[in-house]
């Protein structure tokens, strides 16, 4: 099996972030792409392209560590909670705990603020309840 970090001489930039997006997001991304067909077909593919297919994939930080990053950046936003719960799912998928996932967001609150930390653990609550009912 290849990993992210592994590029195949064939392997293109969108087939690479494909692959990368299947593993992270599962359908979340994959919906957020197709969500994006009728209105920015072009968009979407720069979605699979640049974020999965070389950042991402590149070397240097494993999955886990990207994520805490990702879910960390996205809750210090405080304007971006969808994509916030695309990426907590992801941070269960790559193998984050509840706990880890938790204390990323409380620690937002010394750098982003009460209200940017609030946020996030409601996203991550909502996102936590999915996945019980599921």
Do not use: C, W
Not at 17 to 44: C, K, N, T
């Amino acid at each position: 099996m290849v990993t992210l970090t592994e590029k195949p001489d064939s392997e293109t930039r969108y087939d690479r972030g494909l692959r990368a997006l299947a593993e992270i997001d599962g359908h979340g991304g994959q919906q957020v792409v197709d969500a994006l067909a009728d209105i920015a077909p072009d968009f979407g593919r720069y979605l699979i392209e640049f974020p999965f297919g070389d950042i991402y994939s590149r070397p240097g930080l494993d999955l886990r560590s990207r994520e805490i990053a990702t879910i960390a950046a996205l809750t210090a936003l405080g304007t971006a909670q969808p994509q916030l719960k695309v990426h907590i799912q992801a941070g269960l998928n790559v193998g984050l705990s509840r706990v880890e996932i938790v204390e990323t967001i409380m620690q937002m609150a010394v750098y982003a603020g009460f209200p940017a930390a609030l946020n996030g653990l409601f996203a991550a609550r909502e996102v936590f309840a999915a996945n019980e009912a599921a």
